[in-house]
């Protein structure tokens, strides 16, 4: 690099810091009944923070998947048009700042994996896409056909400088675009109006910036799974201490008699019920004192 020259983080941190959006109600004043987009991962950090979600120790992921579907009921509520878009290559932006562990971080990106496939199961009319990143050829073909008002991202405040960076370099790239922004962390709910910042899109008039990132590798969600396990079960579970070896569930009878595992972990949601429910066996087992015995059935309401 030339010498006094800033390097594109810096440029992009202090562009960002000389913006000062108008607060407006998006429901009202701009997009009313009109198409926009959420960002997911946006959504996904927001309501974890909001909701107190705990993923410390245990796994509160029905707590997780209800306060996503709070939010979107919200904006439902008020006749809000939306489609909610994910990013694989933001994936581990899900995974707040100050996580430590690659097992504890697997519990966020799993619970991203699960909200994605719940919604897209669920009886809803809008769209849940995960899509490779905002320059993919995919999203490209989406904002083609869809004319979305803008998108609701998530600053970063708060954040390490590298999730701040990656944050504000997302919203960075929409405005260039063209396309509008609307900032989740300053969201104000009010009576039938929901307020937000909205940065407006330009590309004539937004600072021309690159900034790299190395390619990541996905996890498989049966490693995700097997790795939230193996962190949930170093914790006390209803006053019980647990270990649970990920070696014996692959070996297990019942993994067997499923067939292919590749297939099993296909069903995200059914992996994680059946990771919990064992945690939940070996618990009784240890409590009971009883050893190769038939464990008692396991209520499936907690």
Known sequence: M???????EETLLEWYADQHPPIVDIVGDFAGQE????QGEALMRYCLVEAK?????????????????????????????FDVIFFQDMEDICVPNGVTGSNHASKYLLARRIIIQHLNRSDIDFKVLELGSFESGECKNYLASNAIHFMLCDEGRGDSREQTIRLRHLIWKILYSGRNVAVINSIIWESSKVFMPLLGGSKGNILNLRIDRPA??????SDLSLAALE?????????????VKP??????????????????????????FYSYTLVRLEALFAADGS????????????
């Open 53 to 81: 979600v705990d993923f410390d120790g245990g796994f509160q992921l029905l707590h997780a998947i209800h306060a996503v579907e709070k939010i979107l009921s919200g904006l439902k509520k008020r006749d809000c048009n």
């Open 231 to 243: 962190e949930i079960s170093q914790h006390q579970l209803q006053g019980i201490r647990v270990v």
């Open 35 to 38: 198409l926009f987009a959420i």
């Open 216 to 221: 990541r590798n996905s996890k498989q969600p």
């Open 2 to 8: 030339e010498p006094g020259k800033k390097l594109p």
């Open 247 to 272: 070696d014996a569930i692959a070996k297990s009878e019942f993994l067997s008699s499923c067939g292919d595992l590749a297939k099993l972990c296909n069903d995200i949601a059914y992996m994680v």
């Open 291 to 302: 050893k190769g015995e038939a464990p008692r059935q396991v209520s499936q309401h907690n």
